[in-house]
């Protein structure tokens, strides 16, 4: 490598130490935040209610669908081009598009969630109607922190795009919980209520501050919209991201179908803790997508491999001595965080998806990569075919094994995706952004 390679290599170097140092600090405070939150919400709700809860925000996630997905992938996309081209009249067109289509969107969304919900929920309703109808709220909401997200990361703020949702949504959220602790007033209905609340002030306070940072324009810029453009990218993002979601959530959604509360309440301790191992890859996806969008527009494939492999090398490291350190002692600590009714039902769940987060690191940022890259109909399709063999081990697995079984498929397809998508990255880029 010539000279001038070498510092440009230091630059973004210098660069993404600096970005992962800020994007890492708010998940070193996001997930044990997070984690916090649900132990207090397992103990002061019990198995069953918690289970419960955790059931209605699985369901409100896949309802919210539609309004959020692809919205944050393309505007982080597209905004960082832009922001390279200096074309801000593009930039402020895709963010007014954004804003509109999340709004009609969730309005669209609304409507037909009041009218099937009966029909896909059943009994399960009478549970948690309430607290389901106040939920609906969270729609607009999320897919409002989505355009945010989508921005802030594409202008070059990924501490601003991640900070919202990983850290003021949790810390607000306990904070409520607790005061409801308080007063004797915890249950699904008020839990979600506060979870409401926290979400309208932490997106307001979002757009307040992106506002205040993002680039000028010039003054009298022209909005400009490549509709077309935009629709086409668009599609492919937004069914990436449906799958993606649908991959995350369809294990317990249909172990609260097929089994008990108390069973998703195990699940959901085990993925909350499983996030430790995970976290350093989604430090790293939180900040490389617009420097993947550089490296693709230079035609620099071997420069994004340099980079990246790098990261996920000193990623699965870390990934590695978590994963280990929950196998040895997950019990004793899960005990302690949660309480002694939870080790039987969380146990084995969480040992299974440490070591499919452990391989999920080991791949690097591969789903990113390819969507960043334009290949993001090969995302598509590694995501579609996790979430196939998801959903059918899982349909196997629960009656069976219950929350043991829904831990092996979700584990099952976060394995099988992630092997596509390392492929994929081979034959298109002809680069490797894991550990080998």
Known sequence: MNQSGEEQERSVWSWLLRQISSVGLIHLISIPLSVLVAIVLARVMGPAQYGQYAFLISILALIALPAVMGVAQLLTREAARYKELDSWGHYIGIRRVGLVWVLVISSSVLLLAYLLAQMILGARLEAIGAAFWL??????????????????????????????????VPLFLLMSVLSLSAINQVSVYTVMTSQVAVSLVTVLLAFAILLKVEPSAPTNTVPLYDLNLWGRVYIPLMLTGLVGTLNAQIGTVLLGTLSEDAAVAGLRVAERASQFVVMPLVVINAVI??????????????????????????????????????????????????????VDLAYTPLVIL???????????????????????????????????????????????????????????????WNTLMTIFVRQKLGISVGVF
């Open 135 to 168: 939920g609906l709220c969270l729609v607009p909401i999320n897919g409002l922190l989505a355009v945010h997200q989508g921005l802030a990361k594409g202008v070059g703020f990924p501490g601003l795009a991640e900070a919202p949702m990983k850290v003021l």
């Open 289 to 342: 997508a617009p420097l993947a969008v550089t490296f693709y527009a230079r035609k620099d494939e071997r420069g994004m491999q340099s980079v990246f492999q790098k990261a996920t090398r000193g990623a699965f490291a870390i990934a590695l001595v978590m994963g280990a350190l929950f196998i040895v002692f997950g019990q004793s600590a899960i005990a302690f965080l949660f309480g002694e009714e939870y």
């Open 354 to 416: 440490a070591l499919a987060h452990v391989f999920n690191v080991a791949a690097g940022p591969v789903g990113v990569v390819l969507l960043m890259c334009h290949q993001e109909k090969l995302a598509l399709l590694s995501q579609a075919l996790g979430f196939a063999i998801t959903a059918a081990l899982a349909v196997l697995l629960i009656p069976v094994y219950d929350q043991v079984g829904a831990a092996l498929a979700i584990a099952a397809g976060l394995v099988i």
